[in-house]
């Protein structure tokens, strides 16, 4: 099978993450009314998750040195910023007759202003990684063998065997991990995201399963970053 142009790759990943974006955040992004009540707070952790995205797909390159995710995340912020405010408002339109031309617009928009600013280089993926896992996620959104939980966790029962954990950031809860007997499950770690006392915003599950404990617990961690930046941008753009 032959690599798929950079071009495409890059049209490709911006149009997935696109589509994928919650309907809450594409609300914050539309507005209620054109022009009125957008929350534009969003747009930047739309532009870095859209950015590290599209550098999982190509390599971008300007001046022969490969580019980070923060200068090509401004880059789409811009874009974003720039797009129409009649168009926007059709992003989040229930009719796919008015939502898919302006989603497929501002694809051709983002795409076209990263091709001029910078080469990409298709990065070679195997077929299988645009495929799901068995547990819900892509092969690139994997929790990778270098990652460590960054926060204290604990069991949650005193004494108990070494099988469920509980995570804190400072003295808040942030989730649960734990292993479940007398189900075929039994050697895979489930995890459950804390309740965070905040308007869950997400763009990820609050609850599934990894082979590892090491990987439920990056996962968990995962899930809550995502949450408190969303929510973090949320109340920026009330204040």
């Keep these: ?85 009649t168009e926007a408002f059709l992003i989040a339109s229930h009719s796919a007759e008015e939502s898919e031309p302006a989603r497929d617009e501002l694809t051709r928009q983002v795409t076209l202003d990263l091709l001029q600013a910078y080469t990409p280089v298709t990065i070679e993926h195997k077929r299988e990684c645009a495929a799901s896992l068995s547990n819900g996620w892509k092969m690139w959104e994997v929790i990778p063998a270098g990652e460590e939980p960054a926060h204290r966790w604990q069991r949650t029962w005193s004494g108990k065997a070494d099988d469920d954990f509980i995570g804190f950031d400072d003295d808040l809860s942030i989730g649960r991990i734990f292993r479940i007997d007398h189900i075929q499950q039994k050697e895979k770690w489930f995890w459950l995201l804390g309740y965070l006392g905040v308007r869950l915003m997400r763009e990820c599950p609050a609850s599934g399963w990894e082979d590892t404990m090491r990987q439920a617990a990056c996962r968990v961690e995962r899930c809550y970053k995502s949450v408190v930046e969303l929510n973090r941008a949320g109340k920026e753009s009330c204040s």
């Design 1 to 85: 099978m032959q690599d798929m142009p950079p071009s495409e790759a890059i049209r490709q990943a911006v149009g997935i993450h696109i589509s994928m974006l919650s309907r809450q955040t594409r609300r914050d992004y539309a507005g209620f009314a054109i022009g009125k009540r957008r929350k534009l707070a969003i747009v930047p952790v739309i532009a870095q998750e859209m950015a590290k995205r599209i550098l999982q797909q190509v390599i971008l390159e300007a001046a022969g040195a490969a580019m980070e995710v923060e200068p090509v995340a401004k880059r789409i912020e811009a874009v974003l910023m720039a797009y129409p405010e």
